[in-house]
């Protein structure tokens, strides 16, 4: 997440761009924020890459065991390119990375891409359906606990969505799996979709997985939403438009409403971002063949270039949701174009 | 503050979480078997001579959720500790220096905090060697970064007060300025924040232990004890839901009494919700 407080940081730019920037306040202040974005994709690569390289721990050894001969070590080590200097093995796997080549995977020898290009479809085929189903709900719950603040609903949604936070991911999952796929019978436990699936039968599989996801972000949402809207309706204009004897619909149509959607589309793409990743702990629980399960599988045998490649997928995913909540923010609020 | 001003939920929640430290302090004396044990068959229902039924290699379960308590709420508060003191020196240092160490700590956090906590700890703990340390510091250095962001915001609004400046006047160094001036008066907003940041650490730390990746086998703790008893839930045993459940439930009472702390000091604004 970067904060609005960068733009004002930065130096002040020479007179061309200024006209420019003068002319096109708008279109500018997008292109920083995209620029901003790609740097620190760049910089994140980098941080997963060489972050990893630099730390102590060793394919080579870890897959030979401790009695390994040194000998033997080295061979693997030449095996995999791991002998060459750094900095050549990093801008190879980025520039392979850029075209979407993620290398062969240490342990299998499978090419990353491929893998990825399936299971990528199938996390977010799950994740969209959850964001379908979440976002609408969450903003509703939203309005009806500001509707009804402080009183019976409000504090009934306050508490149970304090509860829904606290909940881990895969005790959610199971529990709707004992309920609705053991006791009722009524869904399936395990989720797996195969290619050759109908869309019907594809979507009641994720039933189960999207519930689960739906549950982990709508209360998030909705908390984040109810907080927006509120610092909204609290604002001295609203307070204003009630007393010049505006109806409490019209005001709210035309006073609150426009303000309201920029911090309520900020959280919603927030909370995507959330899910993107929220998707690891899920696939896991329902055995769905998507990335997180890849991921986590990798990490177990310590398969470097299948967890970069999903590390560098997931972060650049949550990256570009947080860019365009920021530029989402930006054209909502004119106010932001111009920081002091 | 005295005793009447602390409304019930929050009470539910205190009473809760010093359940669970009772349980983790006297481990040995209280469980019935020991953690390791294996005491019956395999999957055996709840009641009789075991409360809450044996898991899936016919350890008590009981025992293993109090021994896991101690696992559990050990390695949480260790890593919350730990990812405090280093968010709030770092912070407190970048807020009272300014100028370029604030610019380098903020950018270097900004980065971290751009790769979601969950994958940035599934790529560093798979190239580093599996260990309580490791995963302790991992756990801590990821949550600092949270704590970096809450602790620089309310530092900075501290930092332009007057007894600052007169301190400042006066001669004082930065570390009498962080400790005895900055400190004491955050101090309130940065106890709310360190409850989120343990009820966070215990979810975090349950959640790399059902994925295999966090407390290793055969030691017990709640989220691997869901791991270890998963399979069951095919078959309709319940057992992997009982650690499931009291990781939610403490996670809910630290919860309660954070809200209610919140809501005493509504001075305090942002750095929640973040996880």
Same mark, same amino acid.
């Given at each position: 997440m970067t904060d609005t407080t960068e733009t004002s940081a930065l130096p002040p730019e020479t007179s061309q761009r200024r006209s420019l920037g003068e002319r096109f306040p708008l279109a500018t202040l997008i292109l920083q924020r995209l620029g901003l974005s790609a740097l620190l994709l760049f910089a994140v690569s980098v941080l997963i890459f060489g972050g990893v390289e630099a730390l102590p721990g060793d394919f080579a050894t870890t897959y030979l065991g401790q009695s390994a001969t040194p000998q033997a %070590?080295?061979?693997i080590r030449a095996d995999l390119g791991l002998d060459r200097p750094i900095v050549t093995r990093y801008f190879e796997w980025l520039g392979g990375a850029v075209q979407g080549d993620f290398g062969n995977s240490w342990a299998s020898g499978n090419s990353v891409s491929e893998q990825i290009g399936r299971r990528l479809g199938n996390s977010l085929f799950l994740a969209f359906f959850a964001a379908v189903v979440s976002v609408p709900l969450a903003v509703?719950?939203?309005?009806?606990? %500001?509707?009804?603040?402080?009183?019976? /609903?409000?504090k009934i949604i306050n508490i149970v969505s304090l509860a829904a936070i606290s909940l881990p991911e895969f005790f959610i999952g199971y529990l709707l799996i004992l309920f609705f796929a053991v006791n009722m019978r009524i869904a399936t436990f395990p989720a797996t979709v195969y290619d050759s699936m109908g869309f019907i039968d594809r979507l009641q599989t994720i039933a189960l997985p999207a519930a689960t996801l739906v549950f982990v972000v709508l209360a998030h949402m909705m908390r984040m939403t109810r907080a927006a809207i509120l610092s909204v309706m609290s604002s001295a204009y609203m307070e204003s438009a009630e007393l010049k004897g505006l109806s409490a619909m019209r005001a709210i149509i035309k006073h609150a409403a426009p303000n309201a959607i920029a911090p309520i589309v900020n959280v919603v793409a927030l909370n995507l971002a959330y899910l993107v990743v929220g998707v690891v702990v899920v696939e896991v629980v329902f055995v769905y063949p998507g990335m997180g399960q890849y991921m986590v599988d990798a990490v177990t045998v310590r398969d470097m /270039? %299948? %967890?970069q490649a999903c590390g560098l997928?997931?972060?650049?995913f949550y990256i570009i949701l947080n860019m365009v909540a920021d530029i989402i923010a930006i054209v909502a609020n004119p106010r932001l174009r111009h920081p002091r | 503050m005295r005793l009447r001003d602390v409304s019930i939920t929050a009470w539910i929640g205190i009473l809760g979480i010093l $359940?669970?430290?009772?349980?983790?302090i006297f481990a040995p004396w209280i469980a019935p078997f020991g953690e390791r044990e294996i005491v019956g068959g395999v999957w055996e229902p709840m009641g009789g001579a075991y409360l809450l039924g044996t898991d899936n290699l016919g350890r008590d379960i009981l025992s293993r959720m109090?021994?896991?308590a101690r696992t559990t709420l050990s390695v949480a508060m260790a890593a919350t500790i730990i990812s405090f003191s280093l968010g709030i020196i770092l912070s407190f240092t970048a807020a009272v220096s300014r100028g370029w160490i604030d610019q380098i700590f903020s950018r270097f956090n900004d980065l971290m905090m751009s790769i979601p906590t969950l994958i940035f700890a599934l790529v560093v703990l798979a190239a580093l060697p599996q260990s309580l340390i490791v995963l302790i510091l991992v756990m801590a250095v990821l949550d600092s970064t949270r704590v970096y962001r809450l602790g620089r915001a309310v530092a900075l609004d501290v930092a332009v007060m007057e007894f600052v400046e007169a301190a400042k $006047?006066?001669?004082?160094g930065r570390i009498w300025i962080i400790f005895r001036e900055i400190l004491p008066n955050t101090l309130t907003p940065l106890l709310a924040e360190f409850g989120l940041r343990f009820a966070f650490s215990i979810l975090f730390l349950s959640t790399l232990s059902f994925l295999g990746l966090g407390i290793q086998p055969p030691a017990a703790d709640w989220g691997g004890m869901v791991k270890d008893n998963k399979d069951g839930i095919i078959f309709g045993i319940s057992a992997a839901l009982v650690p499931g459940g009291a990781i939610a439930a403490l996670a809910i009472c630290v919860n309660l009494v954070v809200d209610w702390l919140l809501k005493r000091t509504s001075s305090l604004k942002g750095g929640r919700g973040d996880a």
């Open positions: %070590v080295a061979n509703g719950l939203g309005m009806l606990a %500001v509707f009804y603040r402080d009183r019976v /609903p409000d /270039p %299948v %967890v997928i997931f972060a650049a | $359940l669970a430290f009772f349980c983790a109090i021994f896991g $006047l006066r001669g004082e």
